[in-house]
Structure formats: structure tokens, C-alpha cells
Nanobody, 122 residues
Framework: QVQLVESGGGLVQPGGSLRLSCAAS????????IGWFRQAPGKEREGVSCISSSDGSTYYADSVKGRFTISRDNPKNTVYLHMNSLKPEDTAVYYC???????????????WGQGTQGTVSS
């Protein structure tokens, strides 16, 4: 069974950090580009970051550039999103998804996880 499971969300104060994990089962993650998306209440889904399968190139939305870092651990079949200097506007449900190549369009992504909630609040 092909499955993606996100974890690592939680409540953190502004300026704090979270590390989100995207673990795969039933298939090998390193054959795919992996994207992180987020959706806040009342807002459209936003592409946050992506890491390619071919050369490990990484991409970030302008809103998170310099604060978030995406990485792979192929032996663990897991992709991480390290989120630092968090702001209240980063509050959202975060999802990971697979694609052939990185794209800003969520429609280009196939398998999706169930999401993990990240809340930034004092």
C-alpha cells in the first residue's frame, strides 16, 4: 500500500522551530520529487518547498526562503521540512506529496499525506 505520513506538527511560539517529517511506505521516496504544501483556514493551498529526485535541487516559496530547509534521508525513506523563525502566518496544515519533478502546482503531485497541523502562537 502506497502511503505518505506527515508528523512533527504542533504548537510553537513565534520565533520557534518545528521539524516536519514525511515518511513513505510501499514505495521508495528517492525516485520522486517531494513537495511540501500548506493550507491555512480560509486560504488557498500554497506550495512551500520542493526537493528534486535527480540532483537534490531545492526550491522555496519567497515567504519561507531563508527560514525553512527541505532535506532527504533516503535510507529512512523520509523527507524533512525544518522550519525556523516561525511566524503566526506560518500556521497551517502541512502536507507532503510526490511528483515526477518539482512544480509549484499541486495538481502536478500524485500521492498526498493526510497532513500535520502546525500552529504558531504566543
Amino acid at each position: 500500500q502506497v502511503q505518505l505520513v506527515e508528523s512533527g506538527g504542533g504548537l510553537v511560539q513565534p520565533g520557534g522551530s518545528l521539524r516536519l517529517s514525511c515518511a513513505a511506505s510501499g514505495f521508495t521516496l528517492d525516485y520522486y520529487a517531494i513537495g511540501w504544501f500548506r493550507q491555512a483556514p480560509g486560504k488557498e493551498r500554497e506550495g512551500v518547498s520542493c526537493i528534486s529526485s535527480s540532483d537534490g535541487s531545492t526550491y522555496y516559496a519567497d515567504s519561507v526562503k531563508g527560514r525553512f530547509t527541505i532535506s532527504r534521508d533516503n535510507p529512512k525513506n523520509t523527507v524533512y521540512l525544518h522550519m525556523n523563525s516561525l511566524k503566526p502566518e506560518d500556521t497551517a496544515v502541512y502536507y507532503c506529496a510526490t511528483a515526477a519533478v518539482c512544480s509549484r502546482d499541486g495538481a502536478d503531485f500524485g500521492s498526498w499525506g493526510q497532513g500535520t497541523q502546525g500552529t504558531v502562537s504566543s
